[in-house]
């Protein structure tokens, strides 16, 4: 645990900055990744920019808190179960022990507000081609070796610039733009799961679809309660190896097996990505055993990212992942009778592309994130009728 007076370290949160720039928001809020973005959400005359400010949090009572002794408070949130004394701070960073109550920090305070292809979430399966505004906060209750937002996840919500944004604010910000969807993704959506849930059921109202992207590192009754209010999950299923998971990811891997479990049986369309690392979790073996207890437990239908790894924090000593890997490990999920294997990261690829289980026929043509054409039709094959697994309007 961490205590609360600590010093603030230095920001090394170039990631927010590239995301987020020098820029400013409005106050609806204002997504501000690209020209394009900001041209289709311009704000009324009449609205002042907001800035994004260093450290700015706006603390609020937490659920899933209990008393246990001596002031002492557990979280039973996620499988870390924290036990936090007065002034302590949990291990995702966000959470903490004000006089014997638990407080979070990341409410309605995101670091990263970002629009793009619902495809980059990554959804293949979810209203291909719309475009879906993510939100996400400081902290994680992982700590990946080859955390790809590193600045933004494993660092405390002081050490970000973050914008006063309450769940109103996001969806009406995601109406105005007349987005499809929401997506908690980039960061790990479980640490800021008061402010994912007032979202989404401020979202649900408006008709907008709920998508979050998460390590489903979660306790079970948390979990079911949130999938009440979210549309589809995209899991991070890191590896298939436990000692992976307690020596790059900072977990346990049943955890995460027994929360794609409940949310297959909640009804929710999945989507489940594996980075592959070299040396790593790229033992064919293992891919062969993940994808058959996928299919097994899961369905066959469940679509699988195989996405590509790029050196980076931790990990920056290892290769990036060759194709031929990615190939095999595709040949071999399917192989092992998951109908839908893509390959992420490695664009113009032929794993990009959806096809058919039924006719084998190709029905979404992607580049990129870029939907070329798509033969799906009311949910079925436009060739030979086969029900299609996914959400398509
Ligand atoms: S969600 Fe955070 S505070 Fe709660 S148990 Fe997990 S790491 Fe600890």
């Known amino acids: 645990m961490k205590n609360t007076q600590s010093k603030l370290k230095i920001s090394r949160n170039k990631f927010i900055k590239s995301a987020m720039g020098a820029c400013s928001l409005c106050a609806a809020g204002i997504a501000v990744a690209s020209s394009k973005v900001m041209a289709q ?17 706006s603390p609020r009572e937490a659920a899933w808190f209990s008393s246990v002794e001596d002031s002492k408070i557990e979280c039973a949130l996620c499988p870390n179960g924290c036990r936090l ?16 109550k638990g ?11 970002q629009e793009d292809p619902v495809e980059r979430k990554p959804f293949f ?26 600045d933004m996840a494993l660092v405390d919500p002081e050490e970000v610039h973050a914008y006063d944004m309450p769940p109103e604010a996001v969806v009406k910000h995601a109406m105005d733009a007349g987005l499809k969807s929401l997506s908690y993704a980039f960061g790990e959506p479980v640490i800021f799961y008061e402010y994912m849930k007032k979202t989404a059921e401020k979202a649900r109202e408006q008709g907008l679809l709920n998508l979050m992207h998460t390590a489903a590192y979660i306790n079970s009754e948390p979990l079911q309660e949130i999938c009440n209010s979210v549309d589809a999950v995209n899991v991070d299923l890191k590896s298939f190896d436990q000692e992976f998971y307690r020596e790059v990811v900072g977990g346990e891997l049943q955890p995460v097996l027994d929360s794609l479990k409940t949310i297959r049986e909640k ?8 980075i592959v690392i070299p040396t790593l979790n790229d033992d064919m073996e293992m891919i062969n055993e993940m994808c058959r207890w996928i ?3 899961l369905g066959p239908d469940v679509p699988l990212h195989l996405a590509r790894f790029y050196p980076l924090y931790q990990l920056s ?18 192989q092992a009778g998951l109908n839908h294997v893509y390959v992420s990261r490695v664009t113009g690829h032929e794993g990009e592309n959806t096809f058919c289980p039924g006719c084998g026929e190709k029905i979404i043509n992607r580049v990129g994130f870029v939907i070329d054409s798509m033969d799906i039709q009311e949910g079925k094959c436009s060739h ?4 299609i697994s996914g959400i398509w309007a």
């Open 267 to 274: 009804g929710l369309h999945l989507e489940i990505t594996t």
């Open 85 to 100: 004394k007065p002034g302590e701070r949990s291990l995702c960073r966000v959470r903490e022990n004000r006089d014997g």
């Open 41 to 57: 959400t311009a704000p009324p005359e009449a609205e002042q920019p907001q800035t994004a400010r260093m450290g700015f949090t």
């Open 384 to 387: 030979c009728s086969r029900e």
């Open 317 to 334: 000593g290892l290769p990036r992942t060759p194709v031929s890997t990615l190939d095999q490990a595709r040949e071999t999920a399917m």
């Open 295 to 297: 299919k097994n437990e």
């Open 103 to 113: 407080y979070t920090l990341a409410h309605s305070n995101p670091a990263l507000i």
């Open 125 to 150: 399966h979810v209203l291909p081609g719309t475009r879906a505004l993510s939100i996400s906060t400081a902290g994680c209750n992982l700590s990946c070796k080859f955390c790809e937002v590193w």
